[in-house]
């Protein structure tokens, strides 16, 4: 699977963003996919996630520090998510990756070792 992400930019403080990220390649009949961030000198840290498949989406997943403020969806544009970045902070700031992983029951993973293939980042700078 190879994942594209894209979307990244400089606003400013409460703008908003929407990231996308478009998957091609083999495909699953059900994929999760999660949005995870790196700040500079800070660890992966997650983000979102979404369990989908063609038509549907299964279940969805924030983390508290975005929650009310992202929200990420299956795009109507094939193998697609998006995530929308609302009331944005400079805390905000850092490398936003998509990864993804097929899907199987459960719960949505939050750690990123648990995904299997990944896109390269796009920045996103949030200035105050």
Request: charged share 20%; net charge positive; hydrophobic share 35%.
């Amino acid at each position: 699977v190879q994942l594209q992400a894209s979307g990244g930019g400089l606003v400013q403080a409460g703008g908003s963003l929407r990231l996308s990220c478009a998957a091609s390649g083999r495909t699953f009949r059900v994929y999760d996919m999660g949005w995870f961030r790196q700040a500079p000198g800070k660890e992966h840290e997650f983000v979102s996630a979404i369990r989908w498949s063609e038509g549907s989406t299964y279940a969805i997943d924030y983390a508290d520090s975005v929650k009310g403020r992202f929200t990420i969806s299956k795009g109507n544009a094939k193998n697609t998510v998006y995530l929308q970045m609302n009331s944005l902070k400079p805390e905000d700031t850092a490398v936003y990756y998509c990864a993804a992983k097929s899907g199987v029951p459960g719960i949505l993973r939050r750690w990123s070792y648990e995904y299997d293939y990944w896109g390269h980042g796009t920045l996103v700078t949030v200035s105050s």
